[in-house]
């Protein structure tokens, strides 16, 4: 699931840190930059993003009043308004960040660690179970040839060459003639690239082996290898299950 994002801020800087950040997370794409509320509001209800960036110290036509005001006047246009996360250089505004439901609050300079877990929990909440149940079996077809798996029986994906094999729980494996970024793009938020031939399924992660570079999968002898340019993914996967875990050190 593709999910559309917009900034409102006037410092380039921070621009450029979530930009660079974003990268990292291939169903995240940018519709639009404005560096004050007005040209905001106009984007938000022209692309009706999933997500906003809103620096809150920005004023409202020099008033004083805080960025949380387009949160306000949204409200007067859209039925369903996107999520925010607020960014300032201070806490000072993170009582009314609450107040309004912001997704989260974040202290600029931006950290990279503290927006990827806003977005893994982002993700987390507009996944859609009812979606999920519709669209959870996957229809390979090949000429008169259809093949019908069920992506919670799916262990990770491996790549040959432009063909995607599917690896099950059962230890069967069914190829598809698409290359891996067309599955990559296709699949709900919890196949998780790890390396330029695989996604996995993270719901079936046993453990993770960071020296090793390798995660072991439950009901499969195999580890499925993590390469260096997608560590971030993986460390997403970590944090989130970490989390949620009861930890024994």
């Known amino acids: 699931m593709e999910h559309s994002y917009v900034i409102?801020?006037?410092?380039?800087?921070?621009?450029?840190?979530?930009?660079?950040?974003m990268e990292n997370f291939n169903n995240f794409i940018c519709?639009?930059?404005?560096?004050?509320?007005?040209?905001?509001l106009d984007i938000i209800l022209e692309r009706t993003p999933s997500l906003v960036f809103l620096n809150i110290?920005?004023?409202?036509?020099?008033?004083?009043?805080?960025g949380f005001y387009l949160m306000d006047a949204l409200q007067k246009f859209m039925d369903t308004i996107p999520e925010f996360i607020a960014?300032?250089?201070?806490?000072?505004?993170?009582?009314?960040?609450?107040?309004h439901s912001v997704l989260d609050y974040i202290i600029t300079p931006i950290d990279k660690n503290v927006l990827r877990r806003t977005l893994f929990r982002f993700r987390k909440q507009t996944f859609s179970p009812t979606t999920a149940d519709v669209n959870d079996t996957l229809c390979?077809?090949?000429?008169?040839?259809?093949?019908?798996?069920?992506t919670s029986e799916v262990l990770f994906?491996?790549?040959?060459?432009?063909?995607?094999d599917f690896v099950r729980v059962n230890g069967t494996t069914v190829s598809a003639f698409k290359t891996l970024k067309f599955f990559q793009e296709?699949?709900?938020?919890?196949?998780?690239?790890?390396?330029?031939?695989?996604?996995v399924n993270s719901?079936?992660?046993?453990?993770?082996?960071?020296?090793?570079?390798?995660?072991?999968?439950?009901?499969?002898d195999v580890s499925v290898p993590f390469s260096k340019s997608y560590r971030e993914n993986v460390e997403m996967i970590r944090d989130n299950f970490y989390k949620r875990s009861l930890v024994i050190a």
């Open 8 to 21: 409102i801020d006037s410092n380039p800087e921070t621009i450029y840190a979530i930009q660079l950040a």
């Open 31 to 40: 519709i639009g930059i404005a560096s004050n509320e007005q040209d905001g």
């Open 57 to 66: 110290e920005l004023e409202h036509t020099n008033s004083g009043i805080t």
């Open 87 to 99: 960014l300032s250089k201070t806490a000072k505004y993170a009582i009314e960040g609450i107040r």
């Open 140 to 150: 390979l077809k090949s000429y008169g040839d259809y093949k019908f798996v069920n």
């Open 157 to 164: 994906l491996k790549a040959d060459n432009n063909t995607t």
């Open 186 to 199: 296709s699949l709900p938020d919890h196949f998780i690239r790890v390396h330029n031939s695989y996604i």
């Open 203 to 220: 719901h079936y992660i046993s453990r993770i082996h960071f020296g090793k570079s390798q995660c072991t999968m439950e009901h499969s």
